[in-house]
């Protein structure tokens, strides 16, 4: 039925609705409209409101004929009605069909949006796997992560803290998850200084050290800081100190604020233990350096990114993650504003020294900005794109030699930040990825093996029975080299784990189905975990293990949790690893006695995983594998890993050496499809963190 007008009263063949022909200020002749169901109609036209109050003819438009002769345009408008018009039944059916129709199109792309499709196993040829990668949509992420991202609620009045999945504390807490048969919390870390105590620390005049201690403090930080990064001149630094000693009222504040940074830092170095009872070692110097925080340079120095580098690398002591990786983007930031991210014109600045501090500290800033990010699973602050400064390099100086140390090592941590940076984004990042998490792994590896094979001769770990001279050991880059490894390969681990834990509970034993290539990928976190364990142990026993040393302290955690893991798999060095997971922890429970934040948490999460692991063990009972391999045989040769089996001369090199891992990294696609599968069976992990408000606490701290 034709729609056509109708009085208010009238209901009789369809719907009502309202609408609006007056908002055309056109209300002139009739004009012929066309409806939607029926034939042209004309709609009665409307006069202005002067002529309505004059009672005359309208000549309609705006204005209208008789108020633009009485010289009144503005007066002319025309009243706005709402009228009702009858639409036919079908057309409101129509338009509900239609809007329904969408909405499910809406619901059903939002579901493939958020499910991804499996790898495509295809024979290892090129032409194949190339096919398998363009006719995928969607690619599975890391088998660790969930659909929505993990937050955990801290029962405040705050929006909760997002955990990322590439932290050694979320991949421990989904290991005891895995070996457990109920659903756990995860552990709060409440381990570091707080807010409240750092503010109150800043408003206090803290005294300046005297002058020898104030040198001691400053040579002991240069020494830590400058051994892996560049962040200030040494001859400046001491020059200024001097200065300062004796003139401090003419010295800079931003001066003065560095050089309180370096305070802290270098307390923290030259203490042993720190006690309850009294502030951290460093803590009163470094609340009186954030003062310099407060008000952000609109015209920024080098100086104060010097600063924020010097408080982003103390802050980690801390245990303040957080702020540690907040620092270094703003130092990102400020760079950028000084244009440190491009080259400047030679003519522009012509002393070398200058130029390459500038480089220098840029690239420093750039390795924080990727290194925390990626130990948090966070975003970094720029893209690689968007740099085109050089590299550092070795200027031919006539003085201030002790400024700049080699760069080969400066530039090999640069590169292993760049790839710890580009591992976090490939494997545990949300968004769209262009190709499948077995590509991705493989992909990780291959440029790990490449940075191995670029490393200069004189940055390898050297041998027991080298004749060298006793240089101290790049131990920090190989431990780095080994998390990066770790980091790009325990999510395999961890499914591995989830394999044969639901083999546990069968009658008769079976053994786990397990592809050869998840296990060639297992072994080689594993074989990681070993050694950075042992070279952790080894710097204990000659005292170079600092006390509140972040790095180590983490590398130690991480290290014990995938040897915990490896010590459940029932391979033939399970036995091995179990004794040395337990030999890390009285290093970890003896840090936390001295006071050291991060090793208390770390102990937090050790507890609760020797309490799963045992629960485990009493789980399976008796069982164990026949052949008591986690390998397949065929692979057990070219994979032992065992104490006596790492090269001598150059232990990194050999943790992706093996001839099984060579052959596997050579292939153009790995088989992982059980493990992109078991993406969609898995619930044993929950969306978000589950609530710890003390009412939902139970008896066992670890038991939800």
Known sequence: MSPSMASPNDSRGGSMTPSDPGASKDGAASQPTKSIHGPQRRIKSTACRRCHARKVKCSGGSPCENCKNAGKPTECSYPRKNRLVKVSQQYIDDLVAENQKLRSKDVGNRLRSDTTQKDISVAPTRNNATTAETSSSSCAPAPSLEERPWFFDMN???????????????????FRQAISDEP???IPRVNYATDERLLALSDMDCAWPF?????????????????????????????????????????DSLLKSKLWALFAIGEMYSTRTAAADTNFPGMAYFARATRVLRIISERPRIDAIE???????????????????????SSVRLSVVMGLHLNVPEYQLRDPAVREHRNRVWWTAYSFDRMWA???????????EAIEVDLPTNPVL???HDDFMDCSYINANIRLARLAARIGHSIYSRAPQQTSLSQRVQDALKDLRAWVEELPTHLHIESKDSNADPSPKPLTLHLYFNQCVIAATRPILLHVLRTHVATWNSQPAVEPEVPASAITLAEACVRCARHSSRLLI???IDGSFATFDYFYTQYLFSAATVLAVSSLLDGKDSRSDRDQFEASIPFLEQLKETGNFAAGEFCQHIDAMKIMMARAQARRGDFSMEDNSLMDPALGSSLDVGPNNLPADNATSGMLSEPSLQELLSQPMLDLQFINASIYQDGAQGLYWPD???????ADPWVA
């Open 538 to 540: 080894e710097c204990w």
């Open 184 to 186: 756990h919390n995860h």
């Open 374 to 384: 990626s130990r948090l699973g966070h975003p970094v602050a720029i893209p690689e």
């Open 398 to 400: 006539e003085s201030c």
């Open 307 to 329: 600063i924020r580098l010097l408080l982003s690398f103390y802050s980690l002591a801390l245990n303040r993650r957080y702020t540690a990786y907040t620092l270094a983007g």
């Open 692 to 698: 710890i408000s003390p009412e939902s606490w139970s």
């Open 211 to 251: 002058p020898s201690r104030a040198r001691l403090l400053v040579n002991v930080a240069i020494k830590y800081v400058s051994r892996c990064y560049h962040i200030v001149r040494k001859s400046q630094i001491l020059e200024g100190l001097e200065q300062t000693l004796q003139n401090p009222h003419s010295t």
């Open 156 to 174: 405040i009045p705050h929006t909760p803290v997002l955990i990322g999945e590439a932290s050694d504390v979320a991949f421990a807490t989904r």
